[in-house]
Nanobody, 128 residues
Framework: QVQLVESGGGLVQAGNSLRVSCAAS????????MAWFRQAPGKVREFVGA????????YYADSVKGRFTISGDNAKNTIYLQMNNLKPEDTAVYYC?????????????????????WGRGTQVTVSS
């Protein structure tokens, strides 16, 4: 069982930056991919980006590519989502998720149902 705890959400103005973190309570995350999803009111949960602990790198949704960066600290079992040039349409609850089978598949998976552990989410609000 892996517990994920997000932190760092808040209210920012458009054009500014924000970093959110996700700490995982696991002895090892080898073979896992960890991802960020987001869900705005009335919308489906969407993939934002992910990082692989199996050496597959990172992958981003087109909507955030070039503005958002995911990094990881292996020693702390923590990933970060650095969000730059934020837009009002980035407003959502941001969820951290872990896919324990990513290493077996050999790539980063993108669908929410493929992730077996989830955090409770952190609210990010971007004002115009």
């Amino acid at each position: 069982q892996v517990q994920l705890v997000e932190s760092g959400g808040g209210l920012v103005q458009a054009g500014n930056s924000l970093r959110v973190s996700c700490a995982a309570s696991a002895r090892t995350l080898g073979g896992y991919a960890m991802a960020w999803f987001r869900q705005a009111p009335g919308k489906v949960r969407e993939f934002v980006g992910a990082i692989s602990w199996s050496g597959f790198g990172t992958y981003y949704a087109d909507s955030v590519k070039g503005r958002f960066t995911i990094s990881g600290d292996n020693a702390k079992n923590t990933i970060y989502l650095q969000m730059n040039n934020l837009k009002p349409e980035d407003t959502a609850v941001y969820y951290c998720a872990a896919d324990s089978k990513s290493g077996s598949y050999g790539y980063i998976r993108l669908r929410s149902y493929e992730y077996d552990f989830w955090g409770r989410g952190t609210q990010v609000t971007v004002s115009s």
